[in-house]
Nanobody
Framework: QVQLVESGGGLVQPGGSLRLSCAAS????????MGWYRQAPGKQRELVAT???????NYVDSVKGRFTISRDNGKKTLYLQMNSLKPEDTAVYYC?????????WGQGTQVTVSS
């Protein structure tokens, strides 16, 4: 059974930082492309960042220079370091594992950026 369990969300003031984690089980983590997506209220889910099995990263323009995606294959864990957070980063953040045609999602973790 595949499980992706996110953690690390919470309430933070603008300009603050959070680190999200996604612990994976039931998959050969190292061969999957991993990613973070987010969904704000009333909006569609959008890509935030991805990292390939070889460590190549990709970011949506709005988070470039502020967020860093990384992975630890030994721990089967995906990370998202989020710095300089803005109110518009408020959303539920989802972990994604993809190895075509397989695609799995976590349950999400809430990030709220507010003063």
């Amino acid at each position: 059974q595949v499980q992706l369990v996110e953690s690390g969300g919470g309430l933070v003031q603008p300009g603050g930082s959070l680190r999200l984690s996604c612990a994976a089980s039931g998959i050969t983590f190292s061969i999957y492309q991993m990613g973070w997506y987010r969904q704000a209220p009333g909006k569609q889910r959008e890509l935030v960042a991805t990292i390939t099995s070889r460590g190549r990263t990709n970011y949506v323009d709005s988070v470039k220079g502020r967020f860093t995606i990384s992975r630890d294959n030994g721990k089967k864990t995906l990370y998202l370091q989020m710095n300089s957070l803005k109110p518009e980063d408020t959303a539920v953040y989802y972990c994604n594992a993809e190895l075509t045609p397989r695609r799995y999602w976590g349950q999400g973790t809430q990030v709220t950026v507010s003063s």
